[in-house]
């Protein structure tokens, strides 16, 4: 079983920064495909960036440029820079690693951008 504790999120005004950490336990970090999701109210979850074992990313087009994900095997983290926030951008963000057909959630963290 893989737990993933969020943190990192809050409120913000628009154009600031956010910096999201997700700590993974209870697994070999480096073989998961670890991502960001997004869950704005009413909507659908959505991709927000994934970063693959081997270090490729793909983003989100509305993201794109601002938004950076990266990994530390060592301290088995995720990160997600967020630069230049919106207020579209506010959302519940959860945090997901994949191997195959597994894949975990966190509880999720709420990011609020003001306007």
Do not use: H
Not at 44 to 52: G, I, P, Q, Y
Not at 64 to 89: A, C, H, W
């Amino acid at each position: 079983q893989v737990q993933l504790v969020e943190s990192g999120g809050g409120l913000v005004q628009s154009g600031g920064s956010l910096r999201l950490s997700c700590v993974a336990s209870g697994t070999i970090f480096s073989s998961y495909s670890m991502a960001w999701y997004r869950q704005a109210p009413g909507k659908e979850r959505e991709l927000v960036a994934r970063m693959s074992g081997g270090g490729t990313t793909n983003y989100a087009d509305p993201v794109k440029g601002r938004f950076t994900i990266s990994r530390d095997n060592v301290k088995n983290t995720v990160y997600l820079q967020m630069t230049s926030l919106k207020p579209e951008n506010t959302a519940v963000y959860y945090c997901n690693a994949r191997l195959f057909t597994r894949a975990f959630w966190g509880q999720g963290i709420q990011v609020t951008v003001s306007s």
